[in-house]
């Protein structure tokens, strides 16, 4: 139903779709962590992702960025098919050449940063575009200045990661996904590693994004976060997707039995 | 003879110490890398073969693996072994012998890397022998300085079992004069020199180990 609702309104939109995801299935071992699921995400689309821990987030943004391969499903960024099911209902992906372009498209930003210890921030940022899109090592670094300047890491181009406070080492982390030139982003629970008071410097950044219209799927806790600024909320539970719609409603107006009861948990956030 | 010239007799075996410390170090690394690939490779066979040659390297004594590479050439193929080849055998056993320890302890280097760091590496597009050199290999080495350095300065000592294959380095040559002597001084100034040598290493390891002190 919900699955059908969701076509429709993306066939009537007229907005360029730039990722989907469909039919995906997944599983290990005997656990099926997803269960035919699908996500298409627009242009300069904002969605978050909620659910309770276990339900299934970050192997969905990990197929979706192939750092798991899916059973089942087919992927697809910019009209390019990274993977389709065979005729037996697997999944079977494109050529290393491809997938190589294809990772092109997207940035991941993980939870606890995974920086490059041994580089230098601002090698963190050059290093692939430099080594991997080969492009020209002076207009890289110049553009890595300018997106450490807006990341407002000014001065720290020289620094180690490990001399940066948390949530400066995830605007680092942000910044060297960005350097790539993405046309989107994933985020797998960019501030639950992060102390309380630095999460709002990480949302800032996202939130600033957002506003340039960067197109991003964001697993997070933070729900007055995710009902600001996304466009699209999916709340996931068990491996399904549960229920999914305007942030207004899925996380002020909840239908579900399920997604109120996550919901309440974060009553005390001030979010009613 | 006197005490100078007993230390210039030692210092003539001090050289071809240095030269098998030397050239060890410098094949063994490499191919230590080669190893700790090879074991961890995900082709079973080779991953088993190496399991097993590093089994035999670690636990059979180097002065036998020394003489088995010595004389393999004239039991296997019946070549005359010349004088030439003392030396090259020395160099191959010492190698492969110390390729197994360094082999292992890359292993361990290299699998302590976050699997963050490869993911990081793989979404960014990085293939894997890029991944392997740019992101693996700077964090392994770090890693692996202290073991490395136990290893190294066991080597300096292990030089002296080139005498197993005849092959005349410092420790030879205080034996030699030592008996002809019958006096056990020329050993203890050998004693001096490896003791000598082994602060060098620990010395230059220090400043290796301090010259990655940038990064955690
Ligand atoms: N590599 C893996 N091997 C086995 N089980 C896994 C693996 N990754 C995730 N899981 C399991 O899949 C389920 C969903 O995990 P995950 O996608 O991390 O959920 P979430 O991000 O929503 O907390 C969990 O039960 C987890 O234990
Ligand atoms: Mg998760």
Redesign the pocket.
Known sequence: MQQENMMQENTNNSAKCLFSICNVKKS??D?T?LHDISVEVDEGEVVAII??????????LRCATMLETMDSGTLTYLGEEAARNDSSGKAVYASPADLRRIKGYFGLVFQNFNLFPHFSVLRNLTEAPIHVQKREKGEVEAEARELLRKMGLEGKENSYPQQLSGGQQQRVAIARALAMNPKMLFF?EPTSALDPELTGEILKVIRQLAEEKMTMVI?THEMAFARDVADRVIF?DG?YIVEEGRPEDVISNPREERTKQFLSRFSDQGMQ | MGFMSIVQQIIGGFGTTVFIFFFTLLFSMPLGILFALARMSRFKPLNLLMQVCISILRGTPLMLQLIVVFFMPYYVFGIKLTTSWRVYAALIGFSVNYAAYFGEIFRAGIQAVPVGQHEAAEVLGFTKAQTFWKIVFPQMVKRVVPPVTNEVITLVKDTSMAFAIAYAEMFTMAKQVAAAQSNIMPLFVAGVFYYVFNIVVAWIMGKVEKSLDYFQ
Do not use: E, I, N
């Not at chain 1, 659910?51 to 969905?60: F, Q």
């Open positions: 290990f071992h656990l962590v659910g309770p821990s276990g339900s299934g987030k970050s192997t969905l797998d697993v996931m491996g």
